[in-house]
């Protein structure tokens, strides 16, 4: 994708103001895949973070590095006070949920019935099954998951959609993160650029304008 062309039209949205500042989104329309019988469900790391992400850990015990790096620290002796409500609105309140290793098997039990069809459960996909404690390691899983977006489709919906930042971002960072998208769409479809019918981005309340693959 040329970089002129994508800032020719980010300009375009740009001019779109508003009272507040709009989200930019990217629309990949699919072809060529049956969505009714192949699901096309994968994760995705942008250059830069498009919107705010909140992260929660569940620990086998208190992790005095960790509670300064995630929203929230969930404790395996807590995990019994999660009915069915409280469940739910932790899955509303987090966008990410990592675990140590080594209670796994108690936050699948837990809370796998709400977290699972969310598609919020920690996963070696995401990186989020925790192995590592380290400030380090704990600070850069939470920056990689904030910048990180799950794509599907659905039965009836052939498009992907995801927000790639919104008006208060730099040119620069949106470009990164539209070619980026794209580049990592292209690569998890079964037959890459083939698959593409076409590519819009838009403002939260404006129209959408077409961009070239190539």
Do not use: H, W
Not at 88 to 99: P, Q, R, Y
Not at 160 to 188: D, F, P
């Amino acid at each position: 994708m040329e970089n002129e062309k994508i800032i020719e039209a980010l300009k375009k949205l740009q001019s779109e103001k508003r009272k507040f500042p709009q989200s930019i989104d990217l629309v990949v329309t699919l072809k060529g895949i049956d969505v009714k019988k192949v699901s096309i469900d994968f994760f995705i790391t942008l250059s830069y973070k498009s919107k705010e992400k909140r992260v929660c850990l569940f620990a086998e015990k208190s992790v005095p590095q960790a509670e300064k790096i995630f929203g929230k620290v969930v404790l395996k002796e807590n995990f019994s006070t999660y009915d069915k409500k409280a469940s739910k609105n932790l899955a509303k309140e987090f966008d990410f949920f990592v675990s140590q290793a080594p209670v796994m098997a108690s936050v699948a039990s837990s809370f796998g019935k709400i977290l699972g069809p969310a598609g919020k459960m920690p996963s070696p996909a995401t990186g989020s099954v925790l192995t590592k404690l380290d400030e380090r390691s704990l600070t850069e899983l939470s920056e990689r998951l904030k910048k990180t977006v799950r794509l599907r489709t659905s039965k009836s919906d052939s498009s992907l959609k995801l927000s790639v930042g919104n008006q208060n971002m730099s040119e620069e960072e949106i470009v990164a993160n539209i070619k980026s998208a794209v580049e990592s769409i292209v690569k998890n479809l079964p037959k890459g650029e083939e698959n593409v019918r076409s590519i819009l981005i838009k403002t939260t309340m404006g129209k959408p304008i077409r961009l070239e693959l190539k």
